[in-house]
């Protein structure tokens, strides 16, 4: 049995490697997703254009706007000339927000009173006009603690400390370097097991493998290992890639990351072989794997907490492996996670891998009847 097992395992590896398709499919798609999300794929503002219209031309607009012009966050400041321009200049999206002063603005400072000004922002990229609106607000506070003393305006003196746990510099590639290392090993083991039997299929090799002394659960056993031993490979090249290349720190143990990503794979490989039984051809595998990648990836929580979902979407995050997993592995990187949180995320993978593999194996079984 295990001779004839260990067959199978080398004819998938030989298979895979020699397939051109199949090769592009396992390299291409997870080196473009490791560079997209970790530097382009990101929720950081810089370089940001702003309007600002100043019907004052006082010594205090002036400093304002002089403090806004050198934050970094700001890549091009555009000044206005007159009211009128502020709509074309948000409608036409040459900057996502305008910042008027008044012409009361200088002579109130002045005389000891509070000034106003506006600030108009684009509200159809509502999160960076959030970012942007909290730059702008920390530049006039510190323009106002600053401006109080010299005018004789006592503030309150109160100050805000932050301290950022486990990402002091809020480095946002830290948090999606260690949840690409659970969805590309998710890419990669669904995909080889997704396109196994479809590609026996597509070569007219599968009659072939019926008729051998293989038996169904030693075909389905010989064709997960590989899935497995690739997906585990490839989880490996992210996690290297996040330590050396970006530099992201791994503070926890790699023994519990490796376990948690086995358990992980074994629960991603019975739905990948599932769809792999229903299909004909590679092109219907790859398909029907990203119609399932696509709703792991949305309710994982890690493009939106899980959290801030409705609350049947929350229940049904936890039949998803992926949600478990991203808590491993940024809990593994960034904070040297206990045994006792990560066996907490283990279990429900286990039994989400109990149910898909005996699933897989008993429809399996019922496709070559």
């Known amino acids: 049995m295990l001779n004839r097992i260990l067959a199978l395992i080398i004819k998938e590896f030989q298979a895979v490697l020699k ?23 990101t929720l950081d503002v810089q370089n940001v254009p702003v309007g600002i219209l100043n019907r004052d031309n006082g010594e205090k607009a002036i400093e304002l706007i002089q403090r806004i012009k050198g934050s970094p966050m700001f890549s091009r400041v555009i000044e206005l000339s007159a009211v009128e321009q502020i709509a074309p200049f948000i409608d036409n999206q040459k900057g996502i927000m305008v910042l008027s002063i008044d012409q009361q603005f200088s002579r109130r400072i002045d005389a000891g009173k509070s000034a106003d000004i506006q600030v108009i922002f684009d509200g159809r990229r509502s999160n960076t006009a959030q970012i942007v609106f909290g730059y702008t607000a920390e530049i006039v506070n510190q323009y106002n603690r600053d401006i109080a003393p010299r005018v004789g305006i006592t503030l309150q003196n109160t100050n805000l400390v932050s301290r950022n746990w ?9 948090y999606n370097v260690p949840s690409l290392v659970g969805i590309i090993t998710m890419l990669v ?4 097991t ?5 590609r026996e299929r597509e070569m007219g090799t599968f009659d072939q493998l019926l008729v051998s002394p293989l038996r169904p659960v030693e075909i389905m056993i010989g064709k997960l290992i590989p899935a497995i031993i690739i997906a585990l490979g490839e989880g490996t090249i992210i996690i290297m890639a996040g330590i050396y290349l970006f530099s992201v720190p791994f503070t926890g143990s790699l023994a519990l990351i490796y376990l948690g990503l086995f358990v992980f794979v074994c629960s991603i490989v019975g739905v990948g072989l599932f769809i792999s039984s229903l299909c004909k051809t590679q092109q219907q595998a790859i398909l029907g794997s ?29 039949a998803n492996p992926l949600r478990y997993m ?22 429900p993978m286990a039994l989400i891998a109990l149910c898909t593999l005996s699933g897989a194996t008993w429809f399996f079984r019922r496709r070559l009847e």
């Open 290 to 318: 990203f119609v399932f990648m696509s709703p792991s990836v949305s309710l994982s929580g890690f493009a939106t907490p899980i959290e801030n979902m409705p609350v049947y979407l929350q229940y049904a995050t936890l």
């Open 189 to 192: 083991g669904f995909t080889v």
């Open 19 to 41: 397939d051109k398709k199949t090769r592009m499919t396992l390299v291409v798609p997870p080196i473009i997703q490791l560079l997209i999300f970790a530097w382009a794929a």
């Open 166 to 174: 486990f990402n002091p510099n809020l480095l946002y590639y830290w």
């Open 194 to 198: 997704a396109m196994s039997v479809a």
């Open 326 to 347: 991203l808590v491993i592995t940024k809990g593994l990187f960034l904070k040297a996670m206990p045994v006792e949180i990560v066996l907490q995320n283990l279990w």
